[in-house]
């Protein structure tokens, strides 16, 4: 049966198809600039060949009618009935939603209801979810929630200690993201290495451009660095993770500003691009740094330092951990930044085969074998997740 995996973006829509349960990829692309005056860009992967065109894209429903007939025209489908489900990823789930299910009209409200509390993501993935509708008036939809893992978090580590009745009147808590990754990788481990998740303590570093850590025990996240937005944590390719919240009005009363345009600038412009002036992008970093480049070194370094301040919060937590797992862009692929997170955690007894860590490719143990806490790289997979949960869903 095949799958549709969907990630609307402002601008973009990502997709991937799957046959299933086989967990092949069909195809996958993506739309980027919908919705500008300009031609929009249509990218598709299919048969070891890549395509890309421009192409008139006022909307995510003209993105979404495109693909279909492009999937049929290129016939990587016979007809549109061989697309049994579609499924959605969307960013903030809120209070509401501890795991995937079917879209119909509650679903639909709901996410609507949290578009305040992630503006940038929870509109545009209405506007697909609609799209879809139209496009296939026949086909299940589902929903894929980034915050929906970490709802098993206790009171004293998801409130603010701020006047309960922000937490009672709007919601104001920590609802954590990127739940789909931390949850993947941490079954990752615990396949690949054929233990039983229930008994283990588990810390997942997401390092991407967005960029968050979870402390994952019996399979259960307990904590999670980022907080009621993905502001929160550490620093990040343009994000400035944690700060003292009177940065904000200070910034406010000298620069004459106010609070939605500083706080725009704690996301836009802040971590790497804003400490090193250099770029977001962790390769243009790590080449600044070789190059004698000390905004670069102290962006990276402070970005690291915080990592191992997760950690070892987490260690405390969780009284241990078993293992480290690194994921996304950075996470798998920076062996610099691996190698200098783990020599900070030289007191958790942790050990880095330095080979094993250079080694480019698929999951794989990065420590050595007398390590107490075993390291891991795994790659991220989280529209297969998607792809699972909307096929069990339809299926029920
Ligand atoms: P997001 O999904 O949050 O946009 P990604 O997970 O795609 O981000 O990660 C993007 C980051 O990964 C960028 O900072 C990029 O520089 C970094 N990255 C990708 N490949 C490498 C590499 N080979 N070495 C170091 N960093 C890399």
Redesign the pocket.
């Known amino acids: 049966m095949k799958i549709m995996s969907i990630n609307c973006g402002s601008s973009s829509l990502k997709f991937k198809l799957f046959e299933m349960p086989q967990e092949e990829v069909i195809t996958e692309g993506q739309f980027e600039r919908i919705g500008f005056k300009e031609m929009g860009i249509y990218k598709i992967k299919f048969n070891g060949t890549k395509d890309e065109m421009s192409l008139e894209l006022p909307d995510h429903s003209v993105a979404a009618k495109h693909l279909l007939k492009d999937l049929i025209d290129r016939k990587i489908i016979g007809s549109l009935d061989e697309i049994k489900g579609v499924g959605h990823r969307i960013v903030q789930g809120g209070k509401y939603f501890s795991g995937s299910c079917l879209v119909n009209e509650w679903v639909k409200e709901r996410i609507t209801e949290l578009i305040d509390l992630a503006p940038l993501h929870n509109g545009p993935h209405i506007i697909g979810i609609k799209a879809f509708e139209e496009a296939l008036p026949n086909v299940k939809q589902t929903v894929v929630f980034d915050t929906a893992f970490h709802q098993s978090m206790d009171p004293e580590s998801f409130m603010y200690a701020v006047p309960y009745e922000w937490y009672e009147k709007y919601g104001i808590r920590k609802y954590g993201a990127h739940g789909t990754s931390h949850q993947y990788v941490s079954q990752e481990y615990a396949r690949l290495t054929n233990k039983d998740i229930k008994n283990l303590k588990i810390v997942t570093c997401?390092?991407?451009?967005?960029?968050s850590l979870c402390a994952i025990e019996g399979g259960k996240c307990k904590d999670t660095s980022m907080g009621l937005t993905p502001l929160e944590g550490i620093p990040?390719?343009t994000r400035s993770g944690n700060i003292d919240p009177t940065v904000v009005s200070y910034i406010c009363q000298k620069e004459n500003k106010d609070a939605w345009t500083v706080v725009q600038e704690l996301n836009k412009k802040s971590g790497?691009l804003g400490v090193s002036g250099v770029?977001?992008?962790?390769?243009?970093?790590?080449a600044a740094y070789n190059n004698g480049n000390e905004r670069a070194k102290l962006a990276l370094h402070m970005q690291e330092k915080r990592i191992a301040d997760y950690i070892g919060s987490y260690y405390v937590l969780m009284k241990g951990i078993d293992a480290i797992v690194f994921?996304?862009?950075?996470?798998?692929?920076?062996?610099?930044?691996r190698r200098r997170v783990l020599e900070r955690l030289d007191i958790l007894g942790v050990k880095l085969d330095e080979a094993k860590n250079k080694e480019?490719g698929d999951s794989r143990r990065i420590s050595t074998s007398d390590s107490k806490v075993d390291v891991w790289v795994i790659p991220?997979n989280e529209e297969l997740v998607i792809a699972r949960d909307t096929m069990k869903l339809i299926t029920e």
Not at 206 to 211: D, E, L, M, P, S
Not at 279 to 286: G, V
Not at 327 to 337: F, H, L, R, V, W
């Open positions: 997401h390092i991407g451009n967005g960029a990040m390719g790497y770029s977001n992008d962790a390769r243009d970093l790590e994921t996304a862009g950075i996470g798998e692929n920076s062996a610099s930044m480019r991220t």
